[in-house]
């Protein structure tokens, strides 16, 4: 839950001396009071851990993963330290050091949340949130590190940091990280969840292409696909579009990601053959059928793509002025 | 001639120039390839919807959703009846509650105005929703 301090707003007459003492003693008293209650809301409940603890809905009771290496942070490098981590362990050869540069802010002496986004994609690697307690673990045992940004402080004193979930154990009702200068500390689960709250749930699996969180939904995954494309790592991009059709052959996001991306890497035969498929999923999408025109151009089947680009615009409902211009510049480029 | 006509006079060309350049019609070409996140923006509504139906389908939701005395079937069927400003709303109400148990009582909050609101919009008669209500002052 998050605590809003009580702003006592200044009166808008001028005031005395004394009345401007005492309204600034009001405020210091207000915040006071904020602390305090600050305190009390958040030292009490930790309910994701309790439903856990009660129900542990087919999760294995303890699960560790031995192989994440660990890093120790240096001065305020917890970000780097982190995503070096879950990124070694995904097979590219980087340590802290080499990430500094990538996701470390000076002037916030620390790392941006979309920074380490950022810097998983930028290092071809998929980034998907995880933004629920048994999720996090679900994913531990499904094998995969589990990069978390916690408040260690208060609301009112924060201290952020990022770290590594590498195991849990039900029993003992603990969660195993790399955190800072210590590897395999052992957190009670519900002290975990309150400084993990404080840190708005955000939680990230970083993993090679070809492998999916187990937990993340359909639309995560093409999303943090799409992340990668924009990041300009194209392979990696088309290698995750294609495991997230492994899993989803349904997603007509993802293979029209798959198309863009091939049609990207000048792949323009593998683009026509996603775009079809995308087609084949939803009949009347006009995206798919104004990309499949480009891919056809691009083979040099003028008359098919121009037959293609008029029926994105027949299907083109509130965009049709878009698929007018790509249809405008397919028939101009000449036969 | 006082000072303000002169100014006035100095200002109107100029800014008759303006709006004519401003109103004149922009003709940029949209030709491209659609890109995926375009393509991911386009289905963001229709994804949201579905993320609120998979929340509905989660066991302690329907646990919850039962013990406020709505039938969770019911509520899942209510979801579909939903705008998607409506819909957005309560995915925003996910996002800073991902235990869910506020989430669930706005859900069920939302459904129940819904709910209302169409018994209300059948007494008056413009809408025919609930069989079993009639309009108030006959046919």
């Known amino acids: ?335 | 001639m006082t000072f303000f006509d002169r100014f006035c006079r100095a200002l109107a060309m100029p800014l008759a120039l303006v709006v004519l350049f401003v109103s004149l019609p922009i003709n940029v070409s949209q030709a491209a390839l659609v890109t995926t996140d375009q393509v991911l923006a386009e289905t963001q509504s229709e994804a949201d919807r579905e993320r609120v139906l998979a929340f509905l389908a989660r066991e302690d939701v329907r646990q919850q959703i039962s013990s406020l005395g709505v039938d969770p079937d019911e509520a899942a069927r209510r979801v579909q009846s939903l705008s998607d400003a409506e819909i957005a709303q309560i995915v925003d109400q996910m996002d800073q509650d991902p235990a869910g148990q506020g989430v669930v009582v706005f859900l069920v909050a939302t459904i129940l105005i819904i709910f209302l609101i169409l018994i209300i919009t059948d007494l008056i008669g413009v809408t025919d929703v609930f069989p079993f209500i009639n309009p108030i002052g006959g046919r």
């Open chain 1, 1 to 335: 839950m998050h605590f809003d301090q009580a702003q006592i707003p200044s009166p808008p007459w001028p005031l005395r001396p004394g009345a401007a003492c005492a309204v600034r003693l009001l405020r210091l008293a207000s915040r006071l009071a904020g602390l305090i209650l600050a305190f009390g809301l958040t030292a009490c409940a930790a309910t994701q851990t309790e439903r856990l603890l009660e129900q542990p809905d087919g999760l294995p009771p303890r699960a560790e993963i031995a192989e994440v290496p660990f890093f120790p942070q240096e001065r305020y490098y917890c970000g780097p330290a982190a995503l070096a981590m879950v990124l070694a362990w995904s097979g590219l050869p980087v340590t802290a050091e080499d990430l500094v540069p990538q996701v470390y802010t000076p002037g916030r002496e620390g790392s941006l949340r979309s920074d380490i986004l950022g810097g998983s994609r930028r290092n071809g690697r998929l980034a998907v949130e995880v933004g629920r307690l048994d999720a996090l673990l679900a994913e531990l045992a499904a094998g995969h590190p589990v990069l978390v940004f916690q408040n260690l402080g208060l609301d009112l004193l924060p201290q952020w940091h990022f770290a590594v979930a590498v195991g849990y154990d039900l029993s003992a009702g603990t969660i195993i990280l790399h955190s800072g200068t210590e590897a395999r500390r052992e957190l009670p689960l519900a002290t975990f969840e309150r400084t993990w709250r404080r840190g708005d749930f955000w939680a990230l699996t970083v993993l090679a292409p070809d492998r999916l969180p187990v937990t993340a939904g359909q639309r995560d995954v093409v999303e943090a696909a799409a992340g990668l494309e924009r990041a300009g790592r194209l392979s990696e991009a088309e290698t995750a579009y294609a495991t997230a059709l492994g899993r989803w052959p349904e997603s007509h996001t993802a293979v029209m990601g798959l198309g863009n991306t091939r049609y990207a890497a000048e792949d323009a035969l593998g683009a026509e053959a996603a775009y079809r498929r995308a087609i084949e999923l939803r009949p009347d999408s006009p995206s798919a059928w104004n990309n499949l025109a480009y891919a056809l151009k691009a083979l040099g089947r003028r008359s098919e793509a121009v037959s293609a680009a008029q029926r994105a615009v027949a299907f083109g409902g509130a965009q049709t002025t878009r698929y007018r211009d790509s249809l405008r510049e397919i028939m101009d480029d000449g036969p």
